[in-house]
């Protein structure tokens, strides 16, 4: 069984930074795909940002130059470093693993955590 746990959420003044962390715990053989999405009150989820396996990034433009997407696999974690936050980057985030298991790949996400950015 595959768990991912997410952390780092909270509430932070505009202009400040916050890290999210995601890590996967379980019966893992490997992790493909990692990213972040976020879910803003009364919008769909959206991509944030998204690391292969070869370190490959692909951020949403809203976000360009102001975060970063990183990766540990050994501790098979994925990070976001959210820096000069906005109001506008408020949502809940989750994170998204491709993981491949004994017995099949499939996308996996972790729990939501909420972003809170105040003028």
């Known amino acids: 069984q595959v768990q991912l746990v997410v952390s780092g959420g909270g509430l932070v003044q505009a202009g400040g930074s916050l890290r999210l962390s995601c890590a996967a715990s379980g019966s893992i053989f490997s992790i493909i795909d990692m990213g972040w999405y976020r879910k803003a009150p009364g919008k769909q989820r959206d991509l944030v940002a998204a690391?292969?396996?070869?370190?490959?990034?692909n951020y949403a433009d809203p976000v360009k130059g102001r975060f970063t997407i990183s990766r540990d696999n050994t501790k098979k974690t994925v990070y976001l470093q959210k820096n000069n936050l906005k109001p506008e980057d408020t949502a809940v985030y989750y994170c998204?693993?491709?993981?491949?298991?004994?017995?099949?790949?499939?996308?996996?996400w972790g729990q939501g955590t909420q972003v809170t950015v105040s003028s």
């Open positions: 690391i292969t396996t070869a370190g490959s990034k």
């Open positions: 998204k693993m491709q993981i491949t298991t004994m017995v099949y790949t499939y996308d996996y």
